[in-house]
């Protein structure tokens, strides 16, 4: 019933702008309950799964429900409270642009050639190997330098980075970044990671854009890669939002676009 009342609420967000009456299912206090309303409620739930002969009569009930809890609140004014209206105006609006982007994957789809080509990529760009380490990451070299010649005589490294490390996601657990891929890393801490020997240290603090980084792994193995049945569907959703992002653009290239100061 959740399922229903979600789809009821969508239909009653565009009614607040809409004053056409269609085929009556009810009527309530003498408002019209629309038999397009039932048959769309309807047919989103059988859509979901949900089925059933007592299932018109489930939809009806709620629909008349909410027509008089509609009616209370008019009277009370909440159809005319600012925040209502800009609310059912940008539902509306997320209405036709879902139904707009839907419509154009339908017309442009994702297909098994290019979930296939994804997979190819990603598992180049993941590598053969995966690396988990730690780092220590710090503002200047001077500062790295001194941490590290710390490290050399005998400093554990885990409790320097919970003091000293800049990065808040890994420094409370030592400075462990788990285990990762190369290409997932700014390109210099990749390299790093992937010229070390297990248990070594970098001999040089290494710099990149978030700033200087002591690094130590501690082990290396195969790359995780999942089977491409398993990521199959992951690649067609990032394929699908790569290109609403690619519409996007154009739309925005062909738009005249003012922001108001």
Do not use: C
């Not at 420094?171 to 070390?196: H, I, R, Y």
């Not at 990149?208 to 690649?235: C, M, V």
Request: proline share 3%.
């Amino acid at each position: 019933m959740n399922k229903i009342l979600i789809g009821m609420v969508a239909l009653i967000a565009v009614s607040l702008t809409s004053t056409a009456y269609a085929a009556e299912a009810a009527t309530v206090n003498g408002k019209p309950i629309k038999q397009s309303w039932v048959d769309f409620i309807m047919k989103d739930a059988q859509a979901r799964g949900q089925k059933g002969a007592g299932l018109k009569n489930a939809v009806l009930n709620e629909l008349i429900g909410s027509e008089l809890a509609y009616q209370e609140a008019v009277k009370k004014g909440f159809n005319k409270k600012a925040d209502i209206l800009t609310a059912a105006e940008i539902g509306e609006r997320k209405l036709v642009v879902n139904a707009f982007l839907a419509d154009f994957m339908d017309k442009n789809p994702i297909s098994d050639a290019d979930t296939k080509a994804a997979y190819e990529q990603y598992k180049k760009e993941v590598g053969d190997k995966e690396y988990k380490a730690q780092h220590i990451l710090v503002k200047t070299e001077a500062e790295a330098n001194t941490l590290l010649a710390q490290l050399n005589k005998g400093a554990d490294f885990a409790q320097l980075a919970k003091e000293k490390s800049l990065d808040p996601g890994s420094k409370e657990n030592g400075g462990d970044l788990g285990w990762f891929s190369p290409a997932g890393m700014v390109k210099p801490f990749g390299d790093a990671v992937t010229a070390l020997k297990k248990g070594a240290t970098v001999a040089a603090p290494v710099q990149t854009s978030f700033g200087w980084h002591i690094i130590k792994l501690n082990d290396s193995r195969a790359s995780q890669i999942p089977a491409y049945d398993k990521a199959k569907e992951s690649l067609k959703r990032t394929l699908q939002q790569r290109k609403i992002e690619g519409l996007m653009l154009e739309l925005k290239d062909k738009a005249k676009i003012v922001v108001s100061e």
